[in-house]
């Protein structure tokens, strides 16, 4: 099945930008997706990108898709101590058959001190 | 909308008990999730169903867990008998997909259910 890797952790200053990376194996996934999941709640959609764009920029979001090397990343610029949560890097497998199955990784726990 | 509705937010009981986790999707979702999240597993995606039928069960552990969805406004997962090592985070999630829609499948998330098997 689909496997998607990213790191556990990552710690930033208060203000700094913070880039959490994932890879992923499907070639053939249409769309890719970043989830956040602050304490105690379920996942919430943060952003998307479809597979044939290289950016997608949203306020402090930037994500940046490298699809020849099956390689996503979540910039948040100016990042603020409520951006602390994890962060889950996710791909959908092949519509037609999957149904909308999305493929999540382990998350990144993000902690920003300030 | 009120978005996808899980009870209880939290159980405990002992081993051995049996355990119904419930989830009311959004309105109008054809697409229902159940996910297990634990520290060492991580997200584990257990079964899926599209427009009421069970699409995918291959992540459900082993017998004792059971999944139903009757209709489209309503599914339970249940655990019998329980066991400690079922202690964990239930979310469901639901969105709506078809084979033809070629649209982002947006999933949104229940609050969870965390059970404590003793």
């Known amino acids: 099945g689909e496997d998607v890797e990213q790191s556990l952790f990552l710690s930033v200053r208060e203000g700094d930008s913070s880039v959490i990376n994932c890879t992923y194996t499907?070639?053939?996934?249409?769309?890719l997706y970043w989830y956040k999941q602050e304490p105690g709640a379920g996942l919430q959609l943060l952003t998307y990108i479809f597979s044939n764009m290289d950016m997608k920029q949203d306020q402090r979001l930037t994500v940046l898709l490298n699809k020849k090397d099956k390689h996503l990343s979540l910039r948040i610029a100016d990042t603020q101590t409520g951006d602390s949560a994890i962060y889950f890097c996710?791909?959908?497998?092949?519509?037609?058959?999957?149904?909308?199955?999305?493929?999540f990784g382990r998350g990144t726990q993000l902690t920003v001190w300030p | 909308d009120a978005g996808v509705i899980q009870s209880p937010r939290h159980e405990v009981t002992e081993m051995g008990q049996e355990v119904t986790l419930r989830c009311k999707p959004i309105?109008?979702?054809?697409?229902l999730f159940w996910y297990r999240q634990t520290m060492m597993r991580g997200l584990e995606l257990l079964i899926y169903f599209n427009n009421n039928v069970p699409i995918d069960d291959s992540g459900m552990p082993e017998d004792r867990f059971s999944a139903k969805m009757p209709n489209a406004s309503f599914s339970t997962l249940k655990i019998q008998p329980s066991e400690p090592r079922d202690s964990a985070v239930y979310f469901c999630?639901?969105?709506?997909?078809?084979?033809?829609?070629?649209?982002?499948?947006?999933?949104?998330f229940g609050a969870g259910s965390r059970l404590t098997v003793l």
């Open positions: 309105s109008g979702h054809n697409s």
């Open positions: 999630a639901s969105s709506r997909v078809d084979r033809s829609s070629t649209g982002a499948n947006v999933l949104t």
């Open positions: 499907d070639s053939s996934s249409t769309y």
């Open positions: 996710a791909e959908e497998g092949e519509r037609g058959s999957t149904l909308g199955r999305l493929y």
